[in-house]
């Protein structure tokens, strides 16, 4: 029993104690000052934009065929290559002229020369002037008149994929920035040149396709590579800004935290009215001045001030016996 009383009392004075103790610190902590950094509106330049994926495509791909079926004889382009309309990109012989021209090479070479110069070969023409960006076939290779032997591109675009939500921000001739995946240092600018009628679904998302036309094409551009698009909405130049963080909503009103000497704080809010924002700065169309002292909360982190008693756990020195 009187062990049972011991535990008892001394769980209550383990409870006055802490109770004291969390008077001490929040009694020490509440006499912080709240800090203030002191800023000022600038001129500079704004910009709202739509940002997105696509992928580089060519803006008119075709697909190259022979007329007829039969063995290729020669290839006169490199992939890669610029080609012209009606340049001839390769040879190749019919089925026919390719069995006669075995037989009649076992009879010897000048019958082969001869029925070489009277049955001409195949050759395939370019139906346009572009670059040609695959080619399917080797020399010798018998192929069919369903067969793709070329591809042509007459430019490569970037395909952007567009949210339907933001479909309604984009115009036809606003300007872009490009960027590649693989390339990330390499940045091309490009215009808005054509926006899809039809959406496709896409993660039960509706998404529009929009051709952008870079003003520009590097060596390393590819079809297929993944691109990321920065399609410039609006822009304004020399307008006055504030970092986003400055601007305050109080009670429905936007408003920031202005020095004001005459202020019974020193400071006042101020309403303002604004306009466009990046993400990191907010336009400001009205309610402040260039000359105007804006004030934002500093976040740096301060140890309370120990004003109202000291910790009962930190050990203490005894006085000096007299």
Do not use: C
């Not at 990109?89 to 009277?118: C, H, I, M, P």
């Not at 094409?217 to 399609?231: C, E, K, L, T, Y």
């Not at 990191?280 to 402040?288: D, F, K, P, V």
């Amino acid at each position: 029993m009187q062990k049972r009383g011991k535990l008892i009392w001394g769980v209550i004075v383990s409870v006055v104690v802490l109770g004291v103790a969390g008077f001490f610190v929040f009694k020490g902590s509440g006499s912080s000052e709240k800090r203030y950094t002191e800023i000022r509106p600038f001129r500079g330049e704004i910009s709202s934009s739509v940002s997105t994926t696509g992928a580089v495509e060519p803006q008119n791909r075709v697909k190259i065929q022979s007329s007829v079926g039969g063995r290729i004889e020669e290839i006169l382009v490199a992939e890669g290559q610029l080609v012209k309309k009606g340049a001839v990109l390769a040879k190749l012989s019919s089925t026919e002229r390719a069995a006669l021209l075995d037989a009649a090479r076992v009879q010897g070479k000048s019958e082969q020369a001869y029925w070489s110069n009277v049955y001409k070969e195949t050759s395939v023409i370019a139906p346009m002037s572009g670059q040609v960006i695959v080619r399917s076939v080797e020399r010798g290779q018998t192929v069919t008149a369903s067969d793709s032997l070329f591809v042509l591109s007459d430019r490569l675009i970037v395909k952007a994929f567009v949210d339907e939500t933001d479909i309604g921000r984009v115009k036809i001739g606003q300007k872009a920035v490009i960027g590649l995946d693989a390339y990330p240092e390499i940045r091309v600018n490009g215009v808005v040149d054509h926006i899809y009628y039809e959406s496709h679904l896409q993660n039960n998302v509706n998404i529009y396709n929009v051709d952008v036309i870079p003003d520009r094409i590097p060596d390393v551009f590819r079809s297929g590579m993944s691109a990321n698009i920065r399609i410039i909405v609006e822009e304004k130049r020399g307008i006055l800004l504030l970092p986003l963080s400055a601007v305050q909503n109080k009670k429905g009103k936007t408003v920031v935290l202005e020095k004001d000497s005459t202020a019974e704080k020193g400071h006042r809010y101020s309403p303002v009215k604004t306009g466009l924002q990046d993400g990191r700065n907010i336009e400001i169309l009205e309610g402040l001045s260039e000359s105007a002292v804006v004030l934002l909360p500093d976040t740096t982190y301060v140890l309370p001030k120990n004003k109202g008693g000291a910790n009962p756990f930190t050990p203490q020195r005894r006085p000096r016996q007299q």
